[in-house]
């Protein structure tokens, strides 16, 4: 399955979507209690937390939800993982666990590569482009006197 982020309810989580957001799903039932596994796959674009350049990042997160049709919530199971609905439902909504999945991939700090070196401190040139001259070396206020004596 494929779909706009809007259907994800993804409109206003402030990530910015380069394709639909693709979902596969395998259901497993057991009487009344469902399996849902789900792999959710997304392109988004971020930022680099060192360059501050915008890149594409193609998240990707797996989850796996039990669906409990009437009743209350099984014995030792997370609140999180399982969903009780209605015994005549005929769908189960997972949208907010596709949302929950698809923000929780984002990386907390997004890197356009590994071996991204971000921007100059004193210039603020983009040192994957251009190494700058730059004097980089931060010497302590408290020392700095001392650079001054010549020997």
Not at 117 to 125: F, M, N, Q, R, T
Request: hydrophobic letters at 35%; a negative charge; aromatic letters at 6%.
């Amino acid at each position: 399955m494929e779909g706009p982020p809007g259907e994800a309810d993804l409109d206003d989580s402030g990530l910015e979507f380069v394709s639909p957001i693709e979902l596969s799903l395998r259901v497993v039932r057991q009487g009344e209690t469902f399996w849902v596994e789900a792999v959710v796959r997304a392109s988004v674009v971020l930022e680099c937390a060192r360059c501050l350049r915008r890149y594409t990042e193609h998240l990707e997160s797996e989850f796996r939800i039990m669906v409990q049709r009437g009743g209350s919530r099984p014995e030792g199971e997370e609140e999180e993982d399982v969903k009780v609905v209605a015994q005549d439902a005929e769908y189960v909504d997972i949208t907010q666990e596709v949302h929950d999945f698809v923000l929780l991939s984002v990386p907390m700090k997004p890197l356009c590569s590994e071996d991204c070196k971000g921007l100059c401190p004193v210039c603020g040139a983009d040192l994957n482009e251009i190494e700058c001259g730059c004097r980089r070396e931060r010497i302590d206020p408290r020392w700095e006197a001392l650079t001054k004596i010549a020997l």
